[in-house]
């Protein structure tokens, strides 16, 4: 038989034992709440970033082709980083109809045009871009639904982008 002050100790270190398994509980559903809310969060910032970086790229050929116009049409041209420091320039060849030219004609010369005109690796936050080339063609793929496709003869940059809006 116990004691009075033996099952007084008893009953607390349940209760506290309780309240231990309970705040347990607790903590583990809330983290499980912020990986699922982690996971959306992260692919809507990919999401947003493809789109960023793709307009980047499409203003990039874009300028390309206005410098190329107002040079007169030259075989290449010169985009400087900074305009106080004249040594600090990427040339840029051009097709015969002013647009960015891909050299080597295959996916290692897309990915040269991307690194000319970006600045930046083929990336966005954690994720590799892929690019292949066809008919004329550069695709820069980030996953299934986050694709860049450049087409070197009209200089036209399309998205297809079905992540966030």
């Not at 607390?12 to 983290?31: E, H």
């Not at 004609?105 to 040269?112: K, R, S, T, V, Y």
Request: with cysteine.
């Amino acid at each position: 038989m116990q004691t009075a002050p033996n099952a007084k100790k008893v009953k607390q270190n349940q209760y506290l034992m309780y309240k231990m398994v309970l705040a347990l509980c607790i903590t583990f559903s809330l983290m499980m709440i912020w990986l699922n809310q982690f996971e959306e969060t992260e692919d809507q910032a990919t999401s947003t970033s493809f789109k960023l970086v793709a307009n980047e790229f499409k203003n990039a050929v874009n300028l390309t082709h206005v410098e190329w116009l107002r040079l007169a049409r030259p075989g290449a041209v010169k985009l400087y980083s900074h305009l106080d420091n004249p040594d600090d320039f990427i040339q840029i060849e051009m097709s015969q109809n002013g647009w960015p030219q891909v050299r080597p004609l295959n996916a290692d010369g897309c990915e040269i045009l991307w690194r000319k005109l970006l600045k930046q690796p083929m990336k966005v936050i954690h994720q590799d871009i892929k690019s292949k080339f066809k008919d004329k063609t550069c695709i820069f793929r980030l996953n299934k639904s986050h694709i860049l496709i450049y087409q070197i003869n009209s200089g036209q940059v399309s998205v297809h982008n079905k992540g966030v809006d």
